[in-house]
């Protein structure tokens, strides 16, 4: 059920993180737990719990850490697709090889992925609820469309949003480095925003669509599905597309209907952290708008419209956006 316009333009995004490696950094070897995390409490986190708690602190002191927020009204959204995944690789080896009672007792619980956000959402109160998804590729953008509904149903005042990966071990087999790092957004009612004289960084709207593979004609349910994403996130005057695909007749098939070339993107392969990191770019850069389309093989689509107001400096030397949302 999509949900109406009006609705979508009173919940506003107050934080944004990524935590993520620059380019050229070695796999693994860019994160500094110690510096990002404090020298106590995160040595048995696994690497992606490690972003994701990261990246969810950051948005928070970028939305001026909301402490005012009942925590039973603060709730947590995560997606990933292999977060967990180097973890669940060592694990099978240690089963196979030695048997389960050799399994680390601080490692064993997150043979659930749910418990990837326990430790954000414990010590950041988020007691309103808290779920992971896992669809592939558009987790993260499902993750926004499902906080952006909670918010206008009245379920929570407050919603993180998480995207985290961790290196997975088809990527690493294929000879690509993968994904790594998380992004994080935090998103409120406009009217509580304000109230709380929370930095109102711009507005945004996310879809989500299945279309099985090998139905990929322009003018069959691809096109009609293409056509009714662009219709529920986009906005006047149009955004600029930004397409996230792989190379597989499902990349090729949308990258035609949207007329623009195919991106060659470890998103529709590896993980769902590249869509939601283009998305957020606007609100960590210039601000202004732009749609990014997200399809992959197994038949998944999505699309999210950001417009981000312009960040500028504050005098305490902290970024405010002046929102035009």
Do not use: I
């Amino acid at each position: 059920m999509l949900t109406h316009r009006h609705e979508l333009r009173d919940v506003v995004v107050t934080g944004v993180a990524a935590v993520v490696p620059g380019p050229g950094a070695p796999p693994g070897a860019w994160f500094d737990a110690d510096a990002e995390l404090g020298p106590r409490g995160h040595k048995y986190l696994p690497a992606g719990a490690r972003y994701l708690l990261a990246a969810g602190r950051r948005a928070l002191r970028c939305a001026t850490t909301p402490e005012q927020v009942p925590p039973e009204r603060r709730g947590l959204v995560v997606g990933t697709n292999n977060g967990l995944a180097p973890l669940f690789r060592d694990m099978d080896r240690t089963v196979v090889a030695a048997g389960a009672e050799r399994l680390r007792p601080a490692l064993a619980p997150y043979f659930a992925v749910n418990v990837l956000a326990g430790r954000l959402a414990a010590e950041q109160c988020l007691k309103g609820f808290s779920c992971t998804l896992t669809t592939s590729g558009v987790a993260g953008v499902e993750a926004l469309q499902t906080a952006v509904r909670a918010l206008v149903l009245g379920r929570a005042d407050l919603v993180v949003v998480v995207a985290v990966e961790d290196r997975s071990a088809e990527a690493v087999a294929a000879g690509e480095p993968g994904e790594e790092g998380a992004v994080a957004l935090v998103l409120e009612p406009r009217a509580a925003a304000e109230r709380r004289g929370a930095p109102v960084r711009g507005t945004l709207r996310a879809a989500c669509a299945f279309v099985p593979p090998g139905a990929d004609a322009p003018d069959g349910d691809l096109g009609l599905a293409v056509g009714d994403l662009l219709s529920a996130v986009q906005s006047e005057p149009a955004a600029p597309v930004h397409p996230v695909l792989d190379t597989s007749p499902r990349g090729r098939a949308v990258a035609a209907l949207l007329g623009a070339p195919a991106r060659k993107a470890a998103a529709a392969r590896a993980g769902c952290l590249t869509p939601l990191l283009s998305a957020a770019e606007p609100f960590t850069a210039h601000g202004g708008q732009r749609v990014v389309v997200t399809a992959t093989a197994p038949g998944h689509l999505a699309a999210v419209h950001v417009l981000a107001a312009e960040p500028r400096e504050t005098p305490s030397g902290g970024l405010r956006a002046e929102s035009t949302a």
